[in-house]
């Protein structure tokens, strides 16, 4: 699934290529990916005739704005954007189409088909599901050290657990997570109240930069994963922890572990990750 710096690469792309286009049509062929409105008939009305204003991001979820109206788009597993002509052919799996009035569509192809959209009148979108109750953004400014410190720091779970509960934090997946908790020394089943004021401080910092360091890489190309303009993450060859099993880790050389914490595959050095 991608994660904030994914989404932020597909932003960023989605920015450069679709703002101050205008919709003249809408084609759904797979209804469940709208889920709001209800009728696919009605999403499709309501977009003709906008232009795209900018592309915005919150957390995992795309944030397509338009003159008087908001599309939030999460690509859940495999969910993709690309802007095309129209005479170019339709890929399989392809199940928006938004027809620009310039001759270019914007496709969102989906091979898993868990990607959702919802629409909505601008500014609904922040006090309505699925972006209401979303937690800390963490390459805001208002991400501090005491903020993350109130969010995470009273929670009884583990703490890899509490990272990837988007109510918390925002836009940590399964990769990220790992290479933070690797990048600050701490265990992933270390429970987060038992956490101390200087280990949830290097924590903080692991984070912003773990994730400020893959936004800047074009974020990670794990399985299929493409950016909105079908450019490949570069990411994943800086990843020092996530999916090197039995590799010696970078720091100390010691066999990296995989277990299973909280359902994930969960990837940790042993000896610079103490299990305290
Ligand atoms: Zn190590």
Do not use: W
């Amino acid at each position: 699934m991608p994660e904030l710096p994914e989404v932020e690469t597909v932003r960023r792309t989605l920015n450069q290529l679709i703002v101050g286009k205008t919709i003249d049509s809408v084609t759904v062929s797979l209804p469940r990916i709208i889920q709001r409105p209800d009728d696919i008939d009605a999403f499709a009305m309501e977009l003709a005739g906008h232009t795209v204003i900018g592309v915005e991001r919150r957390g995992k979820f795309l944030r397509i704005l338009l003159d008087g109206l908001v599309l939030v788009s999460h690509l859940r597993m495999e969910g993709r954007y690309g802007v095309y002509q129209q005479h170019e052919e339709v890929e399989k799996h392809t199940h928006v189409i938004f027809h620009f009035n310039d001759g270019t569509e914007l496709r969102y192809k989906d091979v898993r088909q868990f990607g959702t959209m919802h629409l909505f009148n601008a500014g609904e979108e922040l006090v309505s599901k699925p972006l209401l109750k979303l937690g800390l953004e963490p390459l805001d400014p208002a991400f501090t050290v005491a903020a993350f410190r109130d969010a995470v720091g009273k929670r009884m779970t583990k703490i890899k657990a509490v990272l990837l509960n988007q109510a918390y934090v925002v836009g940590i997946g399964n990769i990220y997570v790992d290479e933070a908790l690797f990048r600050a020394g701490i265990h992933p089943e270390t429970i987060a109240k038992t956490l101390t004021a200087a280990q949830l401080t290097v924590l903080h910092e692991a984070i912003v930069v773990t994730l400020q360091d893959a936004v800047d890489a074009g974020g990670s190309s794990i399985k299929s994963y493409v950016n909105g303009q079908g450019e490949m993450g570069m990411f994943q060859h800086q990843l020092k922890i996530y999916g090197r099993k039995s590799e010696p880790c970078a720091t100390c050389g010691t066999l990296i572990e995989k277990s299973v914490v909280g359902g994930r595959g969960t990837h940790y050095c042993p000896k610079c990750q103490p299990l305290l």
